[in-house]
């Protein structure tokens, strides 16, 4: 008598390929490797963003050791003629006592005389700013501080890392630190904000 094998015929059964379950694993690997590359690429753009602001902010001094102000932009680090003035915390020309340059020169300015940084995004711009103090170590009336803008959130939530603020919910947005200062994510939804490095305060 013919017995049929009923375990034999398996074409039919529900289940995925193998195909399909490696097809499946490469996605969620890529997946996991875009998201560490981008990580990875913000925590490295974010520590050259703090390096970078800690240059600047040394150009400032050494140029404010000779003339007695800190630049207001920055500019004139490089080149005093062009872009000096008047545009200092003394509100005078220094000219004639300015010995710089004091930085690296750069080629792309904003119609403020502030250096453009394309290579940490789209319009990404370094300033130097005098502004009321916010850093509630320092009694100070005001601070001179290097403000990187429009930043994109996650190069400025890595350089905030950098100065040793702490993280809250993962990233610095909004948070001040040390002598450091991350802006709240922008509200209207640009995905930038602002870093801000304080390396001098004044009474005035």
């Not at 610095?172 to 002598?179: A, E, H, I, S």
Request: net charge negative; hydrophobic share 40%.
């Amino acid at each position: 008598m013919y017995l049929k094998n009923e375990h034999s015929d398996i074409s039919g059964e529900d289940g995925f390929s193998l195909i399909e379950i490696m097809v499946v694993l490469a996605i969620i690997v890529i997946a996991g490797v875009l998201t560490f590359s981008g990580f990875t690429f913000n925590k490295s753009k974010g520590q050259i963003m703090y390096s970078l602001a800690g240059s600047i902010a040394g150009a400032a001094k050494r140029m404010e050791v000779d003339t007695s102000c800190y630049p207001l932009n920055t500019a004139q680090l490089f080149n005093y003629k062009s872009y000096g003035g008047t545009a200092n915390t003394c509100g005078e020309n220094l000219g004639s006592v300015w010995n710089g340059p004091y930085s690296n020169a750069y080629s792309t300015l904003t119609a403020n005389d502030n250096i453009i940084l394309n290579q940490f995004g789209q319009n990404v711009d370094a300033r130097i700013i005098k502004a009321a103090n916010t850093i509630p170590t320092s009694s100070e009336a005001s601070m001179i501080a290097v403000e990187f803008n429009n930043v994109p959130n996650g190069i400025a939530s890595q350089a905030g890392i950098a100065c040793g603020i702490p993280q809250t919910n993962g990233n610095t947005l909004g948070d001040t630190g040390n002598n450091c200062l991350v802006g709240a994510a922008n509200a209207a939804g640009t995905g930038t904000t602002t870093f801000t490095y304080v390396f001098a305060f004044s009474n005035t």
